[in-house]
């Protein structure tokens, strides 16, 4: 898998935007981006991934950069219950166990 | 999304004891299940890969004999904690890849054993 940077942690008001950088300037032509989301004392739960298009779903929006060498993951209105550790993961489709890095602690406060 | 169940959510044991912690896959067959760890304040780490029907493949530095894992069916996946000792007390998690999904992992709630 492809090395991931993210900062270590972010602040962010409720009802704003969330932007979560993530660089993966390694990441190979197979290799998905991947975000997932610890919410304090629960598993991990899949947000979204992709692979070189911008991918939207009902939680976030994801902006790949056109070199692939970094994304973006967008929560666009942020609650209080976003408020987690956000890993960004590049790894193969369907491959095998996912390995997490540090994360970044997003903060979302009123 | 398929739901991955884990079991029980919390456990406190006696040192020296054995504690069970079962991962199942709720509306998917799951051939290949992940066990994994973690301390406070730290990322996941990984422990195991399951899959069934043969022998889980330990990560370095994770003892099989300690760690006992067992994927006997395509929704059951256990890890027993044998001989706990008070550093074992963590909060453990398993996940489940289906066949037939896009290819993102499910979680389980995950299980945190305290032992005394």
């Known amino acids: 898998d492809a090395k991931t940077t993210q900062p270590p942690s972010m602040d962010c008001a409720e009802g704003r935007a969330a932007n979560l950088p993530c660089n993966h300037s390694t990441i190979s032509g197979n290799e998905y981006v991947y975000w997932y989301r610890q919410i304090h004392s629960q598993g991990p739960q899949y947000i979204i991934h992709?692979?070189?298009n911008n991918e939207t779903n009902e939680m976030a929006s994801l902006i790949i950069t056109e070199d692939r060498k970094s994304s973006t993951l967008i929560l666009p209105h942020a609650t209080l219950r976003d408020t987690a550790v956000y890993y960004c993961?590049?790894?193969?489709?369907?491959?095998?166990?996912?390995?997490f890095g540090k994360g970044t602690t997003l903060s979302v406060s009123s | 999304g398929a739901v991955v169940s884990q079991h029980p959510s919390w456990v406190i044991c006696k040192s020296g004891t054995s504690v069970k912690i079962e991962c199942r896959s709720l509306d998917f067959q799951a051939t290949t299940m992940f066990w994994y760890r973690q301390f406070p304040k730290q990322s996941l780490m990984l422990m195991a890969t399951s899959n069934e029907g043969s022998k889980a493949t330990y990560e370095q530095g994770v003892e099989k004999d300690k760690f006992l894992i067992n994927h006997a069916s395509l929704t059951l996946s256990t890890l027993t904690v044998t001989s706990a000792h008070p550093e074992d007390s963590s909060f453990y998690i398993c996940s489940a890849k289906s066949e037939s999904n896009t290819g993102e992992l499910f979680f389980g709630e995950g299980s945190r054993l305290t032992v005394l």
């Open positions: 992709g692979l070189k």
């Open positions: 993961i590049a790894t193969t489709r369907g491959g095998t166990a996912l390995i």
